[in-house]
């Protein structure tokens, strides 16, 4: 049998997080297809060990942040916010907030606050990549694949 990753080990520790995770399983209709105990993010969780680095004063943006299992790594940040399109019911920790949207509308309706820090971990969507690269001082991008942003980014010079 698999054995249980990192973060669900630690949600599972903890009474109100592990209690919050049943509630986004019971409200994610399919999660189980996408997720489960063994892997709760994509690509051996960067988030843990970005939690390590990131110091503790700074807001985390989370583009493409699905489920949002791995907020609970950033719980004791000053805030997380969490933006993703289409989850019916997102896993939310004390410190996080949520939008119901894409990179692209979030960061053409709001700021990106100093003393911030952005993730963007395995989203397929090269425009949301490139407009966030270009909009966010402090930045950690991962994907597995890399398609051609520089054609956008000519397209904003012009
Ligand atoms: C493969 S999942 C990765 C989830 C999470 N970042 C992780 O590493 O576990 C991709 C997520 O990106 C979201 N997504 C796709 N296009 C997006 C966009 N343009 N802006 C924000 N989120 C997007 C999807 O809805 C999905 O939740």
């Avoid at 669900?8 to 996408?34: C, H, M």
């Avoid at 993010?41 to 489920?67: H, M, S, W």
């Amino acid at each position: 049998m698999a054995e249980e990753c990192s973060l669900y080990r630690a949600i599972k520790e903890d009474p109100i997080a592990s209690k919050e995770l049943e509630v986004v399983f019971q409200n994610n209709w399919g999660i189980t297809a996408d997720v489960d105990s063994t892997c709760l993010v994509c690509g051996g969780d960067p988030y843990e060990k970005l939690a390590q680095i990131i110091p503790k004063n700074r807001t985390i943006y989370d583009f493409g942040a699905a489920y949002g299992f791995q907020s609970f790594w950033f719980r004791n940040h000053k805030k997380y916010i969490g933006i993703s399109p289409g989850t019916e019911r997102p896993f939310r920790t004390k410190n996080s907030e949520w939008y119901d949207m894409t990179a692209q509308e979030f960061l053409s309706n709001y700021s990106i606050v100093e003393d911030s820090f952005v993730i963007c971990n395995y989203v397929p969507d090269d425009e949301a990549e490139a407009l966030i690269r270009l909009k966010c001082p402090h930045l950690f991008v991962n994907y597995v694949m890399h398609g051609d942003i520089s054609s956008m980014f000519k397209k904003e010079e012009e």
